[in-house]
């Protein structure tokens, strides 16, 4: 009897690889970047799973060059780079990775945080242009956290999970969510603080820092936009650990500079890899190379629970984390 073979888009680690190969027959891209789009069309051809990231459009093209396909198995928590709905009507089980990256990413936000308030990217860039004239009192004064408010945007379990550290640093945190936040099923190590609800344009005018955390759908598309940034305090700051186009970049270089906001820090952007030319040359905003959840324990159980998914929905088992159904 054949084995089903499964394309991977990208390396994975070795011990992940193994677990596949024992069990399917394995074609993996190893060039360097994402797949090129005309050998991703020709390679899926034939295939029963696609093991993929979220540098590649799983779109009705994809979905219909690959028409074995079983499962596609995507490598993170979000999914806007799949057409699930279609994908679903051609009979293929599509999951992603949610859970394992919770904690590596409210790590990595807080990372960001303390970044921008506290000028530390900004300072490293001044002295390694040889320009730091040494100690000053006045010299690049940050901002403290104690006291004031953190706004999330999108109480899912990252959102939860940020809000659960806030103590930590003495902020209050107040929050905005579509989906009511699940604290009894939230499974991080630390206890959740209060937590105020509120309106969108409430926690933008209220909060000293505006942390994102909500999917890539039509209705967040742009969810930052001049609007929303007038409508924040001008000693705030904003951090986007979500997806690029959440925020409209143009509208936030225009925030920035004319300084209605303190500053931002981003780990994501509208059009990976680029970045809007006129973020580039401020300051004030830290430029991250999307590392929420680049640790080394973290990406590797994200690549096992994308295999464990094919594994078992090609031995005839239900899926571990199928993508939900839109609310």
């Known amino acids: 009897m054949s084995r089903s073979s499964v394309l991977v888009t990208r390396r994975i680690p070795s011990s992940v690889l193994a677990r596949l190969q024992a069990a399917f027959d394995v074609d993996l891209y190893v060039g360097e970047g994402a797949m090129p789009r005309e050998a991703l069309l020709a390679r899926v051809r034939g295939k029963r799973a696609l093991v993929c990231l979220l540098t590649d459009r799983v779109d009705r093209e994809l979905v219909d060059a690959g028409a074995a396909l079983r499962i596609v198995s995507n490598i993170a928590v979000g999914y806007d780079n799949i057409d699930v709905g279609y994908a679903r009507s051609r009979g293929i089980v599509v999951t992603n990775t949610p859970d394992v990256l919770t904690e590596a990413v409210a790590d990595f936000t807080w990372g960001l945080i303390l970044d921008i308030t506290r000028r530390i990217a900004e300072g490293d860039r001044l002295i390694r242009r040889g320009v730091w004239k040494g100690w000053a009192l006045d010299f690049m004064l940050g901002s403290e956290l104690r006291g ?57 005018a209220t909060s000293h820092v505006v942390s994102l955390h909500v999917p890539l759908a039509p209705d967040t598309r742009h969810l930052i936009d001049r609007r929303a940034l007038a409508r924040m305090k001008r000693s705030a700051y904003l951090v986007n650990t979500s997806r690029g186009p959440v925020v409209d970049e143009e509208a936030l270089a225009w925030a920035l500079g004319e300084k209605l906001i303190s500053g931002a820090a981003l780990d994501v952007y509208e059009r990976e890899p680029l970045v809007h030319p006129d973020l580039l040359g401020l300051e004030n905003v830290v430029l991250a190379a999307h590392l929420g959840s680049a640790t080394t324990e973290t990406r590797t159980a994200m690549a096992d629970l994308a295999a464990s998914n094919v594994l078992a929905v090609l031995a005839g088992q239900p899926p571990l984390t199928p993508v939900p159904q839109p609310v």
């Open 148 to 204: 004031k408010q953190l706004g999330i945007v999108g109480m899912g379990r990252i959102g939860l999970s940020v809000a659960a550290r806030a103590p930590a640093f003495g902020m209050q945190v107040a929050y905005t969510s579509l989906v009511p936040p699940d604290a009894a099923g939230y499974a991080g190590g630390l206890p959740l603080p209060p937590m105020t609800a509120m309106s969108l344009d409430q926690l933008l």
